[in-house]
C-alpha cells in the first residue's frame, strides 16, 4: 500500500489543509475520548502568563480553535494576530471568530517569512505546527526576530510515542502501512525529547510543561476516521477490509481502544 509523504512535505501540507474538513477529523477524536476532563486548549491557555495589554502572533492558527475556546478569557487588552499559510484554514478561522464580539487580525503568512516587523510582538503561539515546517531553523529565527526581547514563545509539539498505538495497528493490518508518512515522528522532526535543543541557540529559560492524558476510544468510526483523514489512501475495497479489522481488534479489547498520547509545550524567552 502507498505511503503518504512525510509531516513537512509541501505537496501534502496544502492538500491536508486546504480547509478544516481533516483537522476536524482529527480534532473528533480528542475531544470524545480524552481521559483528561481538563482539555488542550485551556491547558494551553493557562501557559499563558502574560500582561494585561500586548501584542500576540499565532503561526498556524489552523480554524482559531484556541481563541473560540478560551473566548472568556482573552483580555481586552490583547492585540492577537492570527496567521496560517492556508488561506482556508484562514478564511475558517475568520468565520469561527466572528462571533466572539472582539477584534482580531488575519494574515495569510509562511512560517518561513513571517511578513510583520522586527520586536513587534510579546508573544509569539505555535501549536502542533512546528513539526510541519520544512526548515525550522529558519522559522525560529522568524519567530525570534517578530518577538520583541523579553517576548515569549509558546510552542507545542508531541512525543515520539504519541499515538503509537496507531501506528502498530496499521502496521498489522498491513505491514507496509504507514500513518505518519516517511520520517513519521523521528528524531528530525520536533518533539518533546528534542525541541528544547533546536530552540537553547535563539532562545533562554526553556522550559517544557507535559500535559497528561490518553485515548480510550470505544467507538470504531472515529477512530478510522482519523487513521484515514488524509495520510493514508485506501480504496473503497481496502478501506472496508481495514474497517472490519479495527473492529475486531475493538472487540479484542473489550470494547475499547486504548491510546497513548505525549503532548505538551515548551516557553522560552528572547534574550
Keep these: 500500500m502507498p505511503k503518504v509523504a512525510g509531516l513537512s512535505d509541501k505537496a501534502y501540507l496544502s492538500e491536508q489543509y486546504r480547509d478544516a474538513s481533516n483537522l476536524n477529523s482529527r480534532i473528533s477524536i480528542h475531544l470524545r475520548f480524552s481521559t483528561n476532563p481538563?482539555?488542550?486548549?485551556?491547558?494551553?491557555?493557562?501557559?499563558?502568563?502574560?500582561?494585561?495589554?500586548?501584542?500576540?502572533?499565532?503561526?498556524?492558527?489552523?480554524?482559531?480553535?484556541?481563541?473560540?475556546?478560551n473566548a472568556d478569557r482573552i483580555p481586552r487588552g490583547w492585540e492577537i494576530t492570527l496567521s496560517d499559510v492556508s488561506p482556508g484554514m484562514l478564511e475558517q478561522a475568520r468565520t469561527n471568530l466572528a462571533a466572539l464580539g472582539r477584534r482580531f487580525r488575519f494574515e495569510a503568512a509562511d512560517a518561513q517569512?513571517?511578513?510583520?516587523?522586527?520586536?513587534?510582538?510579546?508573544?509569539?503561539?505555535?501549536?502542533?505546527?512546528?513539526?510541519?515546517?520544512p526548515d525550522r531553523k529558519k522559522t525560529l529565527g522568524e519567530f525570534r526576530r517578530v518577538l520583541r526581547p523579553g517576548g515569549r514563545l509558546f510552542a507545542s509539539t508531541v512525543g515520539r510515542g504519541h499515538m503509537r498505538e496507531l501506528a502498530?495497528?496499521?502496521?498489522?493490518?498491513?505491514?507496509?502501512?504507514?500513518?505518519?508518512?516517511?520520517?513519521?515522528?523521528?528524531?528530525?522532526?520536533?518533539?518533546?525529547?528534542?525541541?528544547?535543543?533546536?530552540?537553547?541557540?535563539?532562545?533562554?529559560?526553556?522550559?517544557?510543561?507535559?500535559y497528561e492524558d490518553a485515548l480510550v476510544v470505544t467507538d470504531p468510526a472515529p477512530l478510522v476516521d482519523y487513521m484515514l483523514s488524509g495520510r493514508i489512501k485506501l480504496d473503497g475495497v481496502e478501506r472496508a477490509k481495514f474497517v472490519r479489522y479495527v473492529e475486531k481488534e475493538m472487540e479484542r479489547g473489550g470494547g475499547v481502544f486504548r491510546i497513548t498520547k505525549e503532548s505538551g509545550?515548551?516557553?522560552?524567552?528572547r534574550g
Design 168 to 210: 502498530e495497528l496499521a502496521t498489522r493490518f498491513d505491514p507496509g502501512l504507514d500513518i505518519w508518512g516517511s520520517g513519521g515522528l523521528a528524531t528530525g522532526t520536533f518533539t518533546l525529547e528534542n525541541g528544547a535543543a533546536q530552540l537553547a541557540p535563539l532562545f533562554t529559560d526553556v522550559l517544557l510543561h507535559r
Design 265 to 269: 509545550i515548551f516557553e522560552a524567552v
Design 38 to 69: 481538563y482539555g488542550w486548549m485551556r491547558w494551553v491557555f493557562d501557559r499563558f502568563v502574560l500582561p494585561a495589554e500586548c501584542r500576540i502572533l499565532e503561526v498556524g492558527c489552523g480554524q482559531g480553535g484556541l481563541w473560540g475556546e
Design 113 to 133: 517569512s513571517i511578513p510583520f516587523e522586527s520586536n513587534g510582538f510579546d508573544a509569539v503561539i505555535a501549536d502542533h505546527m512546528l513539526y510541519h515546517v
